[in-house]
Structure formats: C-alpha cells, structure tokens
C-alpha cells in the first residue's frame, strides 16, 4: 500500500519560507518520479514542480521558478520543497504526487499517487 505524508505546512508572512516534506512508502521510490502539486480554494488543482527519480531532472511552474526548489533523498524515501519568498498567492493545500513512469510530468492526470495535503497560509 503506496502512503505519501506531507508535513510542513503553517502559517507564514509574506516574504517568509517554509520547507514542505513528504515521506514515501510501499513504493520503490527511488524509480518514482515526483512532484508537487496545490490546490487554492474554489480553484483547479494545479501544478508546482516534479522532479526526475534520481534527482537530475527539475521543472517548475512559471509563477514559483526562482522562489521554489524541489529536491528528494533517495535514501529517506522523502521529496522536499523550499518555498522562498513566499506571496499571499502561494496559500493553498500542497500535494505529494508520485508517478511510475520515469519521465517527469507537469500534469496531474500522469501521477499515480497522491498524499493527503498539506494548508500553506501566507499572511500579507
């Protein structure tokens, strides 16, 4: 049984940073890739970042790339997301997402799992 854990998530003032975790387990996480989703109330869930199994191969939305990194540790079974500088418009429920294929992916219909969430509120 695949399980994805986000942790991180809090209260923030703008301009703040946070470090999103996610832990991984029943899969062979180091052949998955990753990613990062969220979700703002009353809108679409939408993409954030991904990140290649072995950790060469990152991608990013327009309106996170130079504030967001993400990163995993194979090792931990465990993805990570630094979230710099952070806008009121980030606030939103984040999702782990892992995906079988080895290709990275900006669309969440290519993610086979996905964990709980995690609220990010950040105050202006």
């Known amino acids: 049984q695949v399980q994805l854990v986000e942790s991180g998530g809090g209260l923030v003032q703008a301009g703040g940073s946070r470090r999103l975790s996610c832990a991984a387990s029943g899969l062979t996480f180091s052949s998955a890739v990753m990613g990062w989703f969220r979700q703002a109330p009353g809108k679409e869930r939408e993409f954030v970042a991904t990140i290649s199994w072995g950790g060469g191969t990152t991608a990013y939305a327009d309106s996170v790339k130079g504030r967001f990194t993400i990163s995993r540790d194979n090792a931990k079974n465990t993805v990570y997301l630094q979230m710099n500088n952070l806008r009121p418009e980030d606030t939103a429920s984040y999702y782990c997402?892992?995906?079988?294929?080895?290709?990275?992916?900006?669309?969440?219909?290519?993610?086979?799992?996905w964990g709980q969430g995690t609220q990010v509120t950040v105050s202006s």
């Open positions: 997402a892992a995906r079988r294929r080895r290709s990275t992916s900006d669309d969440l219909n290519d993610y086979n799992y």
